[in-house]
Nanobody, 126 residues
Framework: QVQLVESGGGLVQPGGSLRLSCAAS????????VAWFRQAPGKAREAVSC????????IYADSVKGRFTISRGNTTNTVYLQMNELAPEDTAIYYC???????????????????WGQGTQVAVST
């Protein structure tokens, strides 16, 4: 049974940092394209970043480029999202998603990912 579990969310002040983790069981994440999405209250789910399985290439939404970094654990079946310089507009529930077959032109579409975690809340506020 495939399971993705996010952790690492919390409350942080503007300018602060958090590292989210997406731990997998039932599949080997290095064989999967893994993306982070987020959904703020009253807004549509949006793609944040993706790390590809073919060459570990990475892509980011413009809104987080230069502040967020996606990576794979070296020895753990985990993908991380390091979030720096957090701002109130980053407040959302963050989800990880995985799929073996994601075309680079479609990475931002939630419909292309079969497996999802339950989400972790990130709140950026004073």
């Amino acid at each position: 049974q495939v399971q993705l579990v996010e952790s690492g969310g919390g409350l942080v002040q503007p300018g602060g940092s958090l590292r989210l983790s997406c731990a997998a069981s039932g599949l080997t994440l290095e064989n999967y394209n893994v993306a982070w999405f987020r959904q703020a209250p009253g807004k549509a789910r949006e793609a944040v970043s993706c790390i590809y399985n073919s060459n570990s290439g990475k892509i980011y939404a413009d809104s987080v480029k230069g502040r967020f970094t996606i990576s794979r654990g070296n020895t753990t079946n985990t993908v991380y999202l390091q979030m720096n310089e957090l701002a109130p507009e980053d407040t959302a529930i963050y989800y990880c998603a995985a799929d073996r077959y994601v075309r680079s032109a479609s990475w931002f579409l939630s419909s292309v990912y079969d497996d999802w975690g339950q989400g972790t809340q990130v709140a950026v506020s004073t």
